[in-house]
Each structure stands twice: as structure tokens, then as C-alpha cells.
């Protein structure tokens, strides 16, 4: 078993390059992000489950998020050297005045200081093609929960697309974690919707949703739904009629 050491502080702020680093990516991700009480109150680790916003929503919370948390990352995201072609089309929705050639450009010169930026504010690389990998990077998070450190990740599909405001269908194997936390301390897992309005660059924070002691499939399948629909909830509540038009926008 890995051992993972406690440490102070959060991840990607040690040193002048990386705080430099992050003072650089505020002015274009920060959000204003306060933890609530109900948050605060916890004395035990929180898998933080948020919409996606594209590159926004990780980026954002990277850098306004005032906790000591590992979050999840696409194994594309933290190589994108090797997939400048896979992502400059992703990288043109999110940056229309570019060409298909300016959004290869861009990462070609990007890509080194994205690279820098996401392992530094300690993403943990996650492959859904891979089972193995995907049980690994469910210890992997335990062992960081056990250590103290809170959990990020960002489980939408993304079909047809990420949501411009709202929220996706969930793959809904990350509430696993919530399995693994289980046998590993006996303890019931927290989960805490979380909302990125990138609209008003503010990041809100739902109840939370204990994982149980029911069978596995089960208690991912309601987890899952239920904090999506607290994700769905607090996108309304902040911009009424968005969900269902993402809905009919998708259809």
C-alpha cells in the first residue's frame, strides 16, 4: 500500500513559480467561493462533486478553492501535448474566434504551462478505458481522504457536450469512492454538490449526500442522482429556465 504523509497547505502553492503560476490563472478562473458552515463543521474529508464548465470548472477550482484537495483529471487533460489534435476542436468551442489552426496553435504554445498548472494543483490522472487504472485511482483517493486531503472531480458525460451553465448526465462509477472510503475507515463517505456559475464567477455549495451501507450498485445509482439533482437545483436557482433550456438545446 502506498503510504501518503499528511502535509499543510494546499497543493500547487508551494514555491514562487507555482504561486506565481496561480496568480496568473485568477484573473481568468477565480471565482468568489466561501465554504458554508455545514461545510466547515465536517471534521473528516469531502468528495467535492461539481459540473464540468469545460476547462473552466477544474481551472476555477484550482485556484478558489481556500482547501487542501487532490481532484480528478482526464489522462488526456494532464498530457495534452500528445492529443493537440483530439482537443483543438474542444479548445475552438470554448474560444470561437480562433480557427481549427489558431486552437492548435494555441495549445502547441499553452500546453507546457497547462501541464504545469494541473499537476501542480494535484490532479490525479483518471482513464475510464481502463479498469485496472480506474480501481487504482479509487485507492489512490482513499488513501489521500485517509491523509487528510478532500477530493474534486467532475463526473459528467459531456454528450452531447458539456452544459453552458448546467450539468449533464453523471458516469456514475466515481461515487465508488464512497465504497472504497467504507471498507477502508467504516465510515460513510461525504459528498458535496458543488455549482460553478461562470457567469457570476461564484462557486456554491449544496447539502451533503451520505454514501450508505447498501449494495454498491444501488447506493452509486442514488448518490449519483441525488447530487446532480442538487447540482440541477442550485443552476435553476441561480438561473431560472437554464436546465431545460440545455435540455431542449441537446436534444
Known amino acids: 500500500m502506498q503510504i501518503i504523509r499528511r502535509r499543510r497547505g494546499r497543493h500547487g502553492f508551494a514555491g514562487w513559480k507555482n504561486r506565481a503560476l496561480a496568480w496568473l490563472l485568477t484573473p481568468l478562473f477565480g471565482c468568489r467561493c ?5 461545510i466547515a463543521a465536517l471534521e473528516e474529508p469531502v468528495v467535492f462533486v461539481s459540473n464540468h464548465y469545460e476547462i473552466f470548472g477544474p481551472l476555477s477550482m484550482a485556484v ?16 495534452p501535448t500528445k492529443h493537440v489534435e483530439r482537443m483543438a476542436a474542444d479548445v475552438k468551442r470554448v474560444i470561437p474566434v480562433l480557427t481549427l489552426g489558431g486552437a492548435r496553435r494555441f495549445l ?7 501541464e504545469r498548472a494541473i499537476r501542480h494543483f494535484g490532479a490525479i ?16 483517493s482513499v488513501e489521500y481522504m485517509a491523509a487528510g486531503d478532500h477530493i474534486v472531480l467532475f463526473p459528467e458525460t459531456g454528450e452531447p457536450r458539456y452544459s453552458d451553465g448546467s450539468v449533464t448526465e453523471f458516469h456514475r462509477s466515481f461515487a465508488l469512492i464512497g465504497e472504497y472510503y467504507l471498507r477502508r475507515t467504516g465510515r460513510m463517505a ?3 454538490p458543488v455549482y460553478i456559475d461562470k457567469r457570476r464567477r461564484r462557486i456554491s455549495f449544496g447539502e451533503v449526500v451520505r454514501y450508505g451501507d447498501g449494495a454498491a450498485i444501488d ?6 442522482q441525488e447530487l446532480r439533482a442538487r447540482i440541477l437545483a442550485m443552476a435553476e436557482a441561480a438561473h431560472p429556465g437554464i436546465t431545460r433550456a440545455e435540455t431542449e438545446q441537446n436534444a
Open 125 to 140: 490522472p483518471v482513464s475510464r478505458a481502463d479498469a485496472t487504472q480506474q480501481r487504482g485511482v479509487l485507492r489512490r
Open 108 to 114: 502547441r504554445w499553452i500546453t507546457p504551462v497547462w
Open 34 to 38: 466561501r465554504i458554508p458552515e455545514h
Open 219 to 224: 447506493e452509486c445509482e442514488r448518490v449519483s
Open 64 to 79: 478558489s478553492l481556500p482547501l487542501r484537495f487532490r481532484f480528478w483529471s482526464h489522462s488526456i487533460i494532464l498530457e
Open 190 to 192: 461525504a459528498f458535496c
